[in-house]
């Protein structure tokens, strides 16, 4: 059974999640995202919804892997094969993905052609390249900023 403490904390936030209704906030959104796009967040507009529903699509069947077995360019997407490289870009899975910047556009191809759902490989990999960019792009400022007197 509920303890009376329970009741009331548990009320208590009903009572301020209605009451927060009644009062429109701005939303972070933006703030967010200027924050988070240096780690490589990805944004909520623009051509990277088109990528990220691309990527979404993507049901882990290992045919892009067998694709790229087969072709013997396993690792041109990073060392665990392109069906790691799809989940790493679009849920930031902590894999270094830099390698990818080189693949082949013949690759990228082929792999899109493999895969049921057509998961679009050269639109992702541009945007491990763009991102690469921008993370250098915010380093480099950040060490200027430091070299400040
Ligand atoms: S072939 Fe397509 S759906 Fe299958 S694992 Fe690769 S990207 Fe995902």
Redesign the pocket.
């Known amino acids: 059974m509920m303890s009376f403490e329970s009741f009331v904390r548990l009320g208590w936030s009903f009572f301020r999640t209605v009451l927060r209704g009644f009062f429109p906030r701005r939303s972070q959104l933006a703030r967010f995202e200027a924050q988070y796009r240096p780690d490589g967040v990805l944004t909520t507009e623009g051509p990277e919804v088109a990528l990220q529903d691309g990527?979404q699509?993507?049901?882990?069947?290992?045919?892009?892997?067998v694709?790229a077995l087969e072709r013997g360019e396993f690792g041109a997407l990073g060392p665990l094969g392109?069906?790691a490289f799809?989940v790493g870009v679009t849920r930031q899975a902590g894999l270094d993905l830099g390698v990818a910047g080189d693949a082949p556009p013949a690759l990228l191809q082929a792999?899109t052609e493999?895969?049921?759902?057509?998961?679009p490989?050269g639109g992702l990999v541009g945007l491990v390249r763009r991102r690469r960019a921008e993370v250098e792009v915010a380093a480099l400022g950040s060490a200027a900023r430091l070299r400040r007197p």
């Open positions: 990527a699509r993507c049901f882990s069947c290992g045919a892009c892997d694709a392109p069906m799809v792999l493999a895969c049921p759902v057509r998961v490989f």
